[in-house]
């Protein structure tokens, strides 16, 4: 049901159907908005690998009314293990499930995107337009309104354009000065898919180091699937280039790089071929000065990625929709207070998580040789004896987000 808060409607358009745009189509259209979202697939994307939620990422879904939705569809994963190349674990870090202090490697709330965006889509359907197979090729504003420009020919008029059209946002793309580069690498690159489960994949994610700065995770989601990772340190222009060729050639990129690593490899390149879902990223942030111009803003990865290294990449974009869709509803008469406070608001806690993640710290993850693996897994393994990761976790004050607080707005709670 629609809760009318706002001093007048806007007509707004979302551009992106990912977790942060449905997110702000789920408090816009309830702070009583007419909400468009278009999205250039052909259908809902529900497909991707797993992620979490974590600190405010967890309380802002409760906000929404769906933190037990989400609960009944989580991924089984109690840990993460550092295996050998036997499949032998030589140390495991299990989740926190207490309820208090820090998430560890692996979340209490594990979820596949697909089953998070089916969640979001199946609570925004009543009272918001989905329009599929289309997007927001361009743009024009003017003090009054902002006019869009679809893929398909056709234009249309909006009190506001969110862009929420991820990491390579191209709204974005159009705010920024010509050439300015919005990207923060940190050297690492990564591919994942999904091949058929064995009797050996578990529910506690194996990770796996091989000399050379690369790593392989298995995770297991359901009864029939496990999940593929292979990533790699190298800063090279021909890594970052890798993942936007044709994904034939990204697939032999990523096999000849891994062919002689040793445990499941074989099993792992083999079912990579044909697979009908492959993705290949270099890891990096989104890092811009400003979030909005005039009657245009963005929100989510689009905005501010904190990359999959911060442990806070979906709860960070559901945390951003939370706080724009907040002071739109409670500006919806002066846009500009509302985007500057949604910025000087949400600010504090995008640096936050933002600043989790250290190149240097990645990098001791992913060793270069033998001795060096050896190393981490024997402090690792020494670590976990004496419970100290576990201790960290549940005794720590604050997860990933830091002390920062999600607001308070008449919105809040969903009706």
Same mark, same amino acid.
């Given at each position: ?63 929404? +009314?769906?933190?037990?939705?989400? #609960? !009944?569809?989580?991924?089984? /994963?109690?840990? *993460?293990? %550092? =295996? ?128 050379? +700065?690369?790593?392989?995770?298995? #995770? !297991?989601?359901?009864?029939? /699937?496990?999940? *593929?990772? %292979? =990533? ?146 024997? =402090? ?36």
């Amino acid at each position: 049901m629609t809760t009318k808060i706002a001093k007048h409607s806007l007509r707004i358009l979302v551009a992106g159907g990912g977790v942060a745009g449905q997110a702000l189509a789920f408090r816009l259209t309830r702070g009583g908005h007419q909400v468009t979202v278009v999205e250039r697939f052909p259908a809902l994307r529900a497909s991707g690998a797993q992620v979490d939620l974590r600190g405010q990422g967890i309380e802002a879904v409760e906000r929404m +009314g769906l933190l037990e939705t989400v #609960r !009944s569809r989580l991924v089984d /994963e109690a840990g *993460v293990a %550092f =295996v050998d190349s036997r499949g032998r674990p030589k140390a495991t870090i299990m989740a926190n499930t207490s309820g208090k202090g820090r998430q560890t490697l692996t979340s209490e709330y594990e979820i596949m995107r697909g089953d998070l965006v089916r969640i979001l889509h199946e609570a925004t359907t009543n009272g918001t337009e989905y329009v599929f197979g289309k997007s927001v090729d361009g743009f024009d504003q003017d003090a009054d309104r902002v006019t869009a420009h679809f893929s398909d020919g056709t234009s249309g008029e909006y009190d506001l354009l969110i862009g929420a059209d991820g990491q390579g946002s191209r709204i974005r793309r159009a705010l920024l000065p010509e050439g300015f580069d919005p990207y923060w690498r940190v050297g690492i690159h990564m591919a994942y898919w999904f091949v058929p489960r064995i009797a050996s994949d578990t529910d506690i994610r194996d990770t796996y180091m091989v000399p050379g +700065g690369r790593q392989i995770m298995r #995770r !297991s989601h359901n009864a029939t /699937e496990t999940q *593929v990772y %292979f =990533v790699m340190r190298e800063e090279s222009a021909e890594a970052s280039a890798i993942h936007r060729a044709p994904v034939e050639q990204q697939q032999k990129w990523w096999a000849e790089r891994f062919r002689d690593a040793g445990w499941q490899t074989d099993r792992f390149i083999e079912g990579m071929k044909d697979n009908p879902f492959f993705y290949s990223q270099e890891i990096a942030q989104v890092r811009i000065d400003s979030w909005s111009k005039g009657r245009v803003v963005l929100a989510g990865d689009a905005a501010h990625c904190a990359s999959p290294y911060s442990g806070m990449g979906i709860s960070g974009g559901l945390v951003g929709a939370y706080v724009l869709a907040g002071e739109i509803n409670r500006h919806a008469d002066d846009l500009p207070t509302a985007l500057a406070n949604y910025e000087r608001v949400l600010r504090p806690f995008v640096d936050e998580i933002q600043g989790e993640v250290s190149p240097r710290v990645l990098r001791m993850g992913m060793p270069m040789n033998k001795h060096a693996i050896s190393a981490f897994q024997n =402090v690792t393994a020494l670590a976990c004896f004496f419970h100290i990761p576990a201790l960290v976790a549940r005794f720590s004050k604050e997860d990933r987000g830091g002390d920062w607080q999600l607001p308070a707005y008449a919105d809040a709670h969903a009706a």
